[in-house]
């Protein structure tokens, strides 16, 4: 469940369709229990403790705001994102109605979150931190917190190739749902503006009580096999060497 939410400078939302199932998932009563059970499809990509992977293939999405996963969950169901990685394991064969959206959101919301989040490289970072004061931190918050009621992705904590890969995809309009006027807005920043920016806010960190202890699992999957991410290589075991043939007499 690649759900890509975070971003970089504005905002970056569709509009809300009125009286779709954002709105409706955002007014039911969240069942945690069963958002979890509904989340065990989601530890295919996100694993278990929902902190994605540190080379940005997969977002961590642990932490993030209920409203912000709905969102994002209505959009790419209704085809306002194209995400189809995502989109199958949205049907409401798999998903569920309203009711799980919304369950399967306040769970995710619930979980703490990577305490060693992937990073850039760390070059300019006072010059990035300039650049999310001007550009960024009016929607998404001095700290890169989001905005529950906005649905502005939190984007602390997010992993640094993820947030490149994302601030990429809306300038170029890839993210259909992105706000129009952020698109505009970004279309100036070159790319070392682009890397300096997201290397600074990939190394915005959440709050402690947001942060899991370093080495920590989710005890609610204590069943879940741990082997390496789908995307992820595996080596191979060195093959011997082989005699030639002895010559035929």
Not at 149 to 163: C, F, T
Not at 218 to 236: E, G, H, V
Request: aromatic share 8%; charged share 25%; glycine share 8%.
């Amino acid at each position: 469940m690649a759900l890509a939410l975070g971003c970089g400078a504005a905002t970056a939302v569709s509009p809300v369709e009125p009286g779709g199932e954002y709105e409706q998932a955002l007014k039911l009563t969240p069942n945690l229990e069963k958002g979890k059970n509904i989340y065990m499809v989601c530890t295919v990509c996100h694993r278990p403790e929902g902190w994605g992977s540190d080379d940005g293939h997969y977002p961590q999405i642990a932490g993030q705001l209920a409203s912000v996963t709905i969102k994002q969950l209505a959009d790419i169901r209704r085809r306002n994102r194209d995400n189809p990685t995502m989109f199958p394991f949205t049907s409401p064969r798999l998903l569920g109605g309203v009711q799980e959206i919304a369950d399967v959101a306040a769970y995710i919301e619930r979980l703490p979150m990577n305490p060693d989040n992937g990073v850039g490289p760390g070059y300019e970072l006072a010059y990035g931190e300039k650049l999310y004061k001007e550009e960024c931190v009016d929607c998404h918050g001095a700290r890169g917190e989001g905005n529950l009621a906005d649905h502005v992705p939190a984007v602390q904590g997010q992993h640094y190739r993820y947030l490149v890969r994302q601030f990429e995809w809306i300038r170029s309009g890839k993210r259909r749902n992105a706000d129009s006027k952020m698109v505009k807005q970004i279309q100036r920043f070159t790319p070392r503006d682009v890397s300096v920016v997201m290397d600074y806010v990939s190394r915005i960190k959440p709050p402690a009580e947001k942060l899991a202890e370093h080495g920590w699992t989710n005890p609610d999957f204590p069943k879940y096999a741990r082997q390496a991410m789908p995307y992820t290589p595996r080596l191979q075991k060195p093959v011997a060497p082989q005699r030639p043939p002895a010559p035929a007499n």
